[in-house]
């Protein structure tokens, strides 16, 4: 079954404006990871942030996290037409010796 | 460093055949995880193996696939007696270790299945 549920399902923006997908989860984690997925292609891993953090940055990346309503937000800031691609939450159970869970994911589009 | 290496990229098989899809960690990574992505939907997690062991394979359906990581070369996904439902992308990754590392994915195998 699916832990995290992002939404929206699709974005589409215009280049030099943010971006913000969220995340919703089901169960308490360990850690919440991002990942983007361009067409066709493997996922490559963004960023991490941990259950005890609130709240952290990577370049034009912010990510967020809120465990009292379990749920998680990624801002892109100053979109590029290169960040078009699916954005995935993937969550890490806090049962030991399980894989990330990864939700449905986000179609972004940004146009120039 | 190569990363996950994934092979085939692509690959075709007749209804009834078997395929073998391979994974190769990245260099110093003993976990290894397969997901199955349908067209338009994220991952659906698989199984998860470390050398020689099946850690949790509660994704892998019941019949006709198997899954291995062998002390020497690399993992293998074994789907038998191939279906059309069978038809999707599958991805593999490896990690370093549980808990918070991000983990480092494979370009994905391609299987059609005509």
């Known amino acids: 079954s699916q832990q995290g549920e992002e939404d929206p399902q699709a974005l589409s923006i215009q280049e030099g404006e943010n971006a913000t997908m969220n995340c919703s989860y089901k169960?308490?984690?360990?850690?919440l990871q991002w990942y983007r997925q361009n067409s066709g292609r493997g996922l490559v891993h963004l960023i991490l942030?941990?259950?005890?953090?609130r709240e952290k940055h990577s370049g034009r990346l912010r990510v967020t996290l809120d465990t009292s309503k379990k749920s998680s937000s990624l801002l892109i800031t100053a979109s590029r037409a290169a960040d078009t691609a699916s954005y995935f939450c993937?969550?890490?159970?806090?049962?030991?010796?399980?894989?990330?869970?990864f939700g449905k994911g986000t179609t972004l589009s940004v146009s120039s | 460093n190569a990363g996950v290496m994934q092979n085939p990229r692509h690959l075709v098989r007749r209804r009834g055949q078997e395929a073998r899809l391979r994974c190769s960690p990245m260099?110093?990574?003993?976990?290894v995880y397969w997901y199955r992505q349908l067209p338009e939907e994220g991952l659906k997690f698989m199984v998860y193996?470390?050398?020689?062991?099946?850690?949790?394979e509660s994704g892998m359906p019941k019949e006709r696939f198997s899954a291995e990581f062998p002390k020497e070369g690399p993992s293998i996904l074994r789907i038998q007696q191939v279906v059309r439902g069978d038809s999707a992308a599958y991805f593999c990754?490896?990690?370093?270790?549980?808990?918070?590392?991000?983990?480092?994915f494979g370009s994905g195998t391609r299987l059609t299945v005509v």
């Open positions: 990754a490896s990690s370093a270790g549980t808990g918070a590392y991000g983990y480092t």
């Open positions: 169960t308490s984690i360990n850690n």
């Open positions: 942030i941990r259950s005890n953090e």
């Open positions: 993937a969550t890490d159970a806090r049962q030991a010796g399980t894989a990330l869970i």
């Open positions: 260099k110093g990574h003993s976990h």
């Open positions: 193996l470390q050398k020689e062991n099946i850690i949790d």
